[in-house]
Every structure is written in C-alpha cells, then in structure tokens.
C-alpha cells in the first residue's frame, strides 16, 4: 500500500522560505512521475513542480520559476521543494502526488495534470503574511 505524506508547511513572512517534504511507504519517488501541486481555496489544484522518472526532467509552473526547486533524494527515498521569496499569491494546502505507473514520461514535466497522478499525500499548508 502506497502512502505519501508531506511535512514542512507552516507560517512564512513574505520573502521568506520554507522547504516541504514527502516521505513514501511502499512507492520509490524515482521510478515514477512525481510532484508537488498546491491548491487555495476556491481555486483548482495546480501543477507547482514536477520530476520525472530518472530524475532527468523537471517542470515547474511560471509562478514559481526561479523561486522554487524540486529534488529527489534517493537515498532516504524523499521528495523536496525548496520555496524562497515566498509571495502572497503562494498560500495553499500543498500536496505531494505520484504517478501509478513505472517509468512513464508522457505530460510529466510538459503539463501536468492533477488528473494523471494517482497517489496524493494529505497536504501541508503554506501561509504568507505580507
């Protein structure tokens, strides 16, 4: 059974950083599509980061270029986003995501869509205070 959870989340000043986290049981992050969405209330889950198989490719949503960096640790098996200068337009429940099948590359890291992830950790919220 896969289970995913995340770790990290909590209260920021704008400009400032935090740095999430997602541990697997049962799941190895580097086999798979995997990535960091994030979703605010009233609005749609969103793409924030995403890597593929192999690590060789990552995506990441024009909001967040340059501030935000998404890793793989392959040793302890855990997934990480480093988010700096964080915004106000940046708070949400942030959510570590899985794809379900091996080595698959398709939309990964070109457009990612909530819809194509099967695993979903239970989220860790990110707040900015300006």
């Known amino acids: 059974q896969v289970q995913l959870v995340e770790s990290g989340g909590g209260s920021v000043q704008a400009g400032g950083s935090l740095r999430l986290s997602c541990a697997a049981s049962?799941?190895?992050?580097?086999?798979?599509?995997v990535g960091w969405f994030r979703q605010a209330p009233g609005k749609e889950r969103e793409g924030v980061a995403t890597?593929?198989?192999?690590?060789?490719?990552?995506y990441y949503a024009d909001s967040v270029k340059g501030r935000f960096t998404i890793s793989q640790d392959k040793v302890k098996n855990t997934l990480t986003l480093e988010m700096h200068n964080l915004k106000p337009e940046d708070p949400a429940m942030y959510y570590c995501?899985?794809?379900?099948?091996?080595?698959?590359?398709?939309?990964?890291?070109?457009?990612?869509?909530?819809?194509?992830?099967?695993?979903w950790g239970p989220g860790t919220q990110v707040t900015v205070s300006s």
């Open positions: 995501a899985a794809d379900n099948i091996m080595w698959r590359s398709g939309t990964c890291t070109v457009s990612p869509a909530p819809g194509t992830f099967t695993y």
């Open positions: 890597v593929d198989a192999g690590g060789l490719s990552t």
């Open positions: 049962g799941y190895t992050f580097s086999r798979y599509c």
